[in-house]
């Protein structure tokens, strides 16, 4: 059993905060992993998380405490789940994509393109290299709705539960990843191919979220089995409080949906917590997964079968404390939560070819054999 990592990251201020409150903060550091919160109506308040990135931190500090552990885990069998949450323009894209994944500027690589390169780093450095094969699906959640970011045809994944393979996303695109360069040009179509939606939609990317899922599969010499794990890194929609954006029609009802999952997901939090302090005493707590679909894809890695990452992105200008506020006792709540991840195998699955991304023939992205888990 070991506890779920909890970060919190606060980026630098924003013009706009600057103009609203200038250079003033609600932070007070105390050191590496403690700080206090300054909230003017509800007072002062101190947390304790394993790690607190500043705003001097840099993204490559982010992936090596929070990310390289999980993924070398993931290489050898482990699940993972790297999670991002706070309020819309906290820093939880940037934390995952940086100034987008095929950027040059190396120092602002986010942990998506990290996570390509060590997975590949290590892959390709194997005796076994030809043993391994690394898949990557792409999802997003809007209003409730699961949709296939590398096949906008799919606008309706179905989630399903299977004896051997758990909660799987029914017939969603999987594309093997060949190396560094064609997996971000790969991740790259799904994040235009989600502002595509967004634009035809009229939303924006932090009333959804998104779900890049890699399974990475071992075969093992004289095993008939296949060491396999699943990677799941997790860009949340934002979580500020309905009342403040002054929604109405459509944009309420959006946030009314995103209010539904993440409550679902602090549902299940609170259970998960309330879970892990009374282990042993016999009594079996009930698990809302169900309430949304969120929280239902999540329920393998959550339910503790994942080394499990979140990271609290938080503004620091006194003008968004008491979302801060709201953010951190998220972090602090979840992290209670104990996980006992294992090495997972599995049989020979059936996979079936459906339609790949070609990855290095030309720029027009070309479909030509995924393969599918059926
Ligand atoms: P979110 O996804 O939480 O809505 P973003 O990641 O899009 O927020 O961040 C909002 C803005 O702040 C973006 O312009 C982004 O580039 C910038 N930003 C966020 N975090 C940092 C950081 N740690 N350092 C520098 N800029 C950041
Ligand atoms: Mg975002």
Same mark, same amino acid.
């Given at each position: 059993?070991?506890?779920?990592?909890?970060?919190?990251?606060?980026?630098?201020?924003?013009?706009?905060?600057?103009?609203? $409150?200038?250079?003033?903060?609600? =932070?007070?550091? =105390?050191?590496?992993?403690?700080?206090?919160?300054?909230?003017?109506?509800?007072?002062?308040?101190?947390?304790?998380?394993?790690?607190?990135?500043?705003?001097?931190?840099?993204?490559?500090? +982010?992936?090596?405490?929070?990310?390289?552990?999980?993924?070398?885990?993931?290489?050898?069998?482990?699940?993972?789940?790297?999670?991002?949450?706070?309020?819309?323009?906290?820093?939880?894209?940037?934390?995952?994509?940086?100034?987008?994944?095929?950027?040059?500027?190396?120092?602002?690589?986010?942990?998506?393109?990290?996570?390509?390169?060590?997975?590949?780093?290590?892959?390709?450095?194997?005796?076994?290299?030809? *043993?391994?094969?690394?898949?990557?699906?792409?999802?997003?959640?809007?209003?409730?709705?699961?949709?296939?970011?590398?096949?906008?045809?799919?606008?309706?994944?179905?989630?399903?539960?299977?004896?051997?393979?758990?909660?799987?996303?029914?017939?969603?695109?999987?594309?093997?990843?060949? *190396?560094?360069?064609?997996?971000?040009?790969?991740?790259?179509?799904?994040?235009?191919?989600?502002?595509?939606?967004?634009?035809?939609?009229?939303?924006?990317?932090?009333?959804?979220?998104?779900?890049?899922?890699?399974?990475?599969?071992?075969?093992?010499?004289?095993?008939?089995?296949?060491?396999?794990?699943?990677?799941?890194?997790?860009?949340?929609?934002?979580?500020?409080?309905?009342?403040?954006?002054?929604?109405?029609?459509?944009?309420?009802?959006?946030?009314?949906?995103?209010?539904?999952?993440?409550?679902?997901?602090?549902?299940?939090?609170?259970?998960?917590?309330?879970?892990?302090?009374?282990?042993?005493?016999?009594?079996?707590?009930? =698990?809302?997964?169900?309430?949304?679909?969120?929280?239902?894809?999540?329920?393998?890695?959550?339910?503790?079968?994942?080394?499990?990452?979140?990271?609290?992105?938080?503004?620091?200008?006194?003008?968004?404390?008491?979302?801060?506020?709201?953010?951190?006792?998220?972090?602090? $709540?979840?992290?209670?939560?104990?996980?006992?991840?294992?090495?997972?195998?599995?049989?020979?699955?059936?996979?079936?070819? +459906?339609? +790949?991304?070609?990855?290095?023939?030309?720029?027009?992205?070309?479909? +030509?054999?995924?393969?599918?888990?059926?």
């Amino acid at each position: 059993m070991s506890k779920i990592t909890v970060c919190a990251r606060f980026r630098p201020l924003i013009a706009r905060e600057r103009q609203e $409150r200038g250079d003033s903060f609600c =932070i007070e550091r =105390i050191d590496d992993d403690a700080f206090l919160l300054k909230d003017e109506k509800e007072g002062e308040f101190k947390f304790n998380f394993d790690k607190v990135f500043y705003q001097d931190s840099e993204q490559a500090d +982010v992936y090596a405490f929070m990310a390289r552990p999980i993924v070398h885990d993931v290489l050898t069998g482990i699940n993972g789940i790297i999670i991002s949450y706070g309020q819309t323009g906290a820093g939880k894209t940037y934390s995952m994509e940086g100034m987008g994944v095929l950027s040059t500027v190396k120092s602002s690589e986010g942990i998506l393109a990290r996570t390509v390169a060590e997975l590949f780093a290590h892959v390709s450095s194997s005796k076994e290299y030809a *043993d391994y094969s690394v898949k990557l699906s792409m999802v997003e959640i809007y209003m409730e709705k699961v949709r296939d970011l590398l096949d906008l045809s799919k606008d309706n994944i179905q989630i399903k539960e299977t004896k051997s393979q758990g909660i799987i996303l029914h017939q969603i695109t999987e594309i093997l990843l060949t *190396d560094v360069e064609a997996a971000l040009r790969i991740l790259s179509t799904g994040i235009t191919n989600r502002a595509v939606g967004e634009t035809q939609m009229n939303l924006s990317s932090s009333r959804s979220h998104c779900i890049y899922l890699f399974s990475v599969l071992h075969e093992l010499t004289g095993d008939k089995r296949k060491k396999c794990a699943k990677l799941m890194l997790v860009d949340l929609a934002g979580s500020e409080k309905v009342e403040k954006t002054g929604a109405e029609g459509k944009v309420l009802e959006e946030a009314k949906m995103i209010n539904k999952s993440l409550s679902a997901l602090g549902n299940v939090v609170c259970a998960l917590t309330r879970s892990s302090k009374s282990k042993g005493d016999g009594k079996e707590n009930h =698990i809302p997964y169900r309430n949304s679909k969120l929280t239902r894809i999540l329920q393998d890695s959550l339910g503790g079968n994942s080394r499990t990452a979140l990271l609290c992105c938080c503004s620091q200008s006194p003008a968004n404390a008491s979302e801060t506020l709201s953010t951190l006792r998220f972090g602090a $709540r979840a992290s209670h939560i104990k996980v006992s991840p294992r090495v997972n195998f599995t049989g020979h699955r059936q996979m079936k070819t +459906v339609g +790949v991304l070609s990855p290095a023939k030309d720029e027009s992205s070309e479909y +030509v054999g995924a393969e599918v888990v059926e």
